[in-house]
């Protein structure tokens, strides 16, 4: 199958998911239940990442630092807008392509393969509304929330490793955040945030969905799907970088 | 009841099903019977719509199902009833939850009727006690169960059946077709059953048809497909020896053959 095929069933898929929900009640029910699997699932594995990431920037930036003219304060300000601007929507989002996007394509992989969508078609109701939209929205809701909390986590991992490290003091470090902030750049991030949710939702649901076969197959799909979200979202990454800075 | 006629299925160059013609009646076991790959998996989806036939029409007590559009096929298909092949119950639920959904998805029921309608469903097929367990829990038969209290939840005008018997032991086949067969004449529903399993044919069988390479090859009923001369069907009986043996018996019954001590 080739690209433009890919592309022509991903928009139809994306079309066939908007309609009138049979009952909002249990579309509502589903959609918390996914709220709860991609954000409150996932905020383990994020704050580990952002923590480490923050602390390995801190110090890996103090290391890069050597020269004395420029002050200690100028770390804080780096390790700030690297995991604003980079670390905390991209590599988080790379981070949650595996997580998230592996569990929506196996999970629809395995609905598919054990008749279960078509059970739910045969009573009716529409497949793509019911179990790709939820996911979708829950995922542009929580992920930007995610990768907020993933900025906070970074900036206070690189805060801690800085100082027990010996680098730079609390004081500096805080003195360091609130100089040269541009706000643009946690809109970026944000930007960058809700594109890559819907790739990291959007692109799994289409493989899981799309699945035909056994387990062998469901395994194929959900390693691909993790591997065209990263490709996907590495793309946009240098699209919207290109296109908004 | 069901018509089709001059159905066309094709995949690439392979042709599934070759102008198929019959008739499902109502409050009556329809059977589609034949060897694996003739076609009435591929029959039984074209009818219910997961598949789009090339050719020919569906009609549902009159009405075109080939020409409903995709809002007016969904209102239709909350009258039909599915029992699949693997039962494609929700793992992520409870039996009880399971038999609800259609009920939470399509009635305004409060908790009470709901509860009081699913424990009707359970009782009818005989399953105490599973309410609350998952489907990894329960067995094949009991499985088939649920997904059957699950298809006549919302008392459904048409139930479809695909391989109702795969996996299951004879004694829980013979419950199944059992089952089946009463609550098709209790609801008075067109049932649709895909099978290869002969002694479900000769228990339930009120019409049956036989496919052969996606074409229908012959038609009739459980006391027909006794005495058909059709080669081919023959050839499908008797690839049981046992079938066999049970063939000739009725063959002697009829003409006055058998001993006393054997009847």
């Known amino acids: ?245 | 009841m069901i018509e089709f006629k001059n159905i066309k299925k094709s995949f690439g160059d392979k042709v599934v099903l070759d102008g198929v013609t019959h008739t499902m009646e109502t409050g009556k076991t329809n059977l589609i019977i034949g060897t694996s790959g003739s076609g009435k998996t591929v029959l039984q989806k074209c009818l219910v719509g997961l598949f789009e036939p090339d050719e020919g029409e569906i009609l549902y007590d009159g009405k075109s199902f080939t020409d409903m559009t995709q809002e007016e096929r969904t209102i239709l298909r909350r009258e039909i009833g599915m029992l699949f092949q693997g039962s494609a119950l929700f793992d992520s639920m409870t039996v009880e939850e399971n038999i609800k959904f259609p009920l939470n998805m399509f009635t305004k029921d409060t908790g009470t009727q709901k509860r009081k309608r699913i424990n009707e469903v359970l009782e009818r097929v005989n399953l105490k006690d599973a309410n609350k367990k998952f489907p990894s829990e329960i067995s094949g038969g009991m499985k088939k169960r649920v997904g059957i209290a699950r298809a006549i939840v919302l008392n459904p005008k048409y139930l479809f059946c695909d391989e109702p018997n795969s996996g299951l032991d004879p004694v829980t086949s013979m419950i199944i077709d059992k089952l089946i067969k009463d609550l098709t004449v209790e609801y008075n529903i067109t049932t649709i059953i895909n099978t290869h399993d002969m002694n479900s044919v000769m228990e339930i069988g009120d019409n049956i048809l036989y496919m052969v390479e996606g074409k229908k090859e012959w038609t009739g009923n459980s006391k027909d497909i006794i005495f058909s001369d059709n080669k081919p069907l023959n050839e499908f009986i008797f690839a049981s020896q046992f079938l066999q043996d049970a063939k000739n018996m009725r063959m002697m019954e009829a003409k006055g053959e058998v001993p006393e001590e054997v009847k």
Request: proline share 2%; with cysteine; glycine share 8%.
């Open chain 1, 1 to 245: 199958m080739n690209f433009i095929t890919h592309l022509g069933r991903y928009s139809l898929m994306l079309k066939g998911m908007i309609a009138k929900p049979e009952n909002a009640k249990v579309y509502w029910k589903e959609f918390m239940q996914q709220c709860n699997d991609i954000g409150i699932g996932s905020i383990g594995i994020v704050s580990i990442v952002s923590i480490f990431m923050g602390a390995v920037s801190a110090v890996q930036t103090a290391y890069q630092l050597t020269s004395p003219i420029i002050s200690k304060s100028t770390i804080a300000q780096i390790v700030r807008d690297t995991v604003i601007l980079e670390f905390s929507p991209t590599l988080v989002c790379i981070v949650l392509a595996g997580v998230v996007g592996s569990k929506i394509a196996s999970e629809l992989g395995n609905m598919r393969v054990s008749e279960q969508i078509d059970a739910l078609e045969i009573m009716g109701i529409n497949t793509k509304t019911y179990l790709i939209l939820p996911k979708i929205t829950a995922a542009l809701i929580m992920i930007p929330l995610l990768v907020v909390i993933s900025m906070v986590l970074g900036i206070l991992g690189g805060r801690l490793a800085g100082n027990s490290s010996g680098i730079l003091s609390y004081d500096t470090f805080d003195r360091g955040l609130m100089e040269n902030f541009n706000t643009f750049n946690v809109w970026f991030a944000l930007i960058k945030a809700y594109t890559f949710a819907f790739i990291i939702s959007s692109i799994p649901a289409y493989y899981g969905y799309h699945v035909t076969g056994g387990a062998l197959e469901i395994g194929r799909s959900s390693t691909k799907a993790v591997v065209v979200s990263c490709i996907m979202i590495l793309l946009s990454d240098y699209a919207l970088a290109a296109l908004l800075l």
